[in-house]
């Protein structure tokens, strides 16, 4: 093993999402290396797993979008020297202003890497994520939009290191067992009787409901019967989007054939039992872990072709892209995975160990260069 790194990570918190996710993720694999892994944040429920998985953390409010966020600058040069931190992993903005601020002018160590997950409105205020002495993007389709919007990046910083599954919670060919099954349809007996379809995401209109219910509403006037699961979608806060989607449904007449859950811990059966999972965002977006989650479990994905699950469709499922906004074509295709899906071999990339590997690669790169 090569000598031992002290790594930080900066993130605004620890709650949910998948940035903060990533955080642990890498975070265990530093600790089963034999590393010291520090992660700052405001706290949140993820603290709890990140310290009994070994990493350490420093409670500092990295998330306010204010002037007043800079007084944080000299809190975080003086950790960085006290703890002889080699690397600071910023994730998001906020957090990288003000770990580029504390290294600004520091000679050697520490080494400097950011992490765009997102494709976040241009400008001055995202720049930092370019900053990076290496930058990780989590696809190709993050990296030509910094490359796009930010010209002046060197192209050679930019790394791109896809976010990962582990194979061990979405086990392939995995099939729920009777009583979930039992269970599930006895709280949802609306789904049962047809093929479902699967729609996972958050109650927001990027994430293509709408599509989703005009789609099994176009498989019905072409005589097929299906059921959907608007997996997640049901938030707090989220009432008024939730009754605009019912009212779709039943004025297309689909209403007896849909469910709209809040987020479950479930997915993975959930997504097993499904004919198809969708991803239908209307707008690009950075990455798609729900498709990888689904193939890995041996389960269709039909969805839109572009941004990051464009990208991961073509890679891995390439009968399952479809050009954004294309309902006849949408339908067409759904109708035919539902007679014959191809068969989906066993994953061997976009894996939780290839991202762990890939990072501590670049982590290891910097420290000795």
């Known amino acids: 093993m090569s000598r031992k790194l002290t790594v930080a990570q900066l993130i605004p918190a620890l709650d949910a999402g998948g940035a903060e996710r990533s955080t642990l993720e ?29 990493s350490e953390h420093v409670e500092l409010d990295l998330a306010r979008k204010s002037p007043a966020s800079l007084a944080r600058v000299p809190a975080l040069r003086a950790l960085f020297e006290r703890e002889r931190v080699d690397l600071v992993h910023a994730r998001s903005r906020v957090p990288a202003w003000l770990g580029w601020l504390a290294l600004r002018g520091w000679r050697g160590r520490p080494r400097f890497v950011t992490t765009a997950h997102g494709l976040n409105t241009p400008g001055f205020y995202s720049s930092v994520m370019t900053r990076g002495e290496r930058v990780i993007c989590v696809s190709n389709t993050v990296r030509d939009y910094l490359l796009r919007h930010y010209p002046h990046t060197d192209p050679a910083k930019l790394v791109v290191i896809p976010r990962g599954i582990d194979p061990a919670e979405f086990p392939y060919g995995h099939q729920p067992d009777a009583p979930w099954r039992e269970w599930f349809f006895a709280e949802f007996p609306q789904l049962a009787g047809a093929p ?4 996972p995401g958050r ?23 299906t059921r959907l699961l608007l997996l997640g979608a049901r938030q707090v806060g989220r009432e008024a989007y939730i009754a605009e989607l019912e009212r779709l449904a039943l004025e297309r007449g689909v209403a007896d054939r849909l469910a709209i859950s809040a987020p479950r811990d479930d997915a993975r059966d959930v997504y097993a039992c499904s004919a198809l999972v969708l991803q239908l965002s209307n707008k690009p977006e950075s990455f798609g872990r729900t498709v990888v989650e689904a193939i890995a479990l041996c389960r269709p994905v039909l969805g839109y072709d572009h941004g990051g699950v464009g990208e991961l469709l073509a890679d891995l499922y ?36 290839d991202m762990q590997n890939a990072t501590l690669a670049l982590y290891r790169e910097l420290a000795d260069g």
């Open 26 to 54: 890498i975070a265990r694999a530093l600790v089963a290396d034999g590393h010291r892994s520090i992660v700052l944040s405001r706290g949140g429920r993820m603290v709890e797993r990140l310290l009994a998985e070994g």
């Open 318 to 353: 390439p009968a399952g892209r479809v050009a954004p906004g294309d309902r006849e074509r949408l339908a067409e295709r759904a109708a035919e995975l539902l007679r014959y899906a191809p068969a989906i071999p066993p994953l061997t990339r976009y894996r939780l160990v």
């Open 203 to 225: 109650g927001t209109r990027l994430k293509g409901h709408p599509d989703a219910i005009e789609l099994v509403a176009d498989l019905k006037a072409r005589g097929i019967d």
């Open 196 to 199: 479902l379809l699967t729609l």
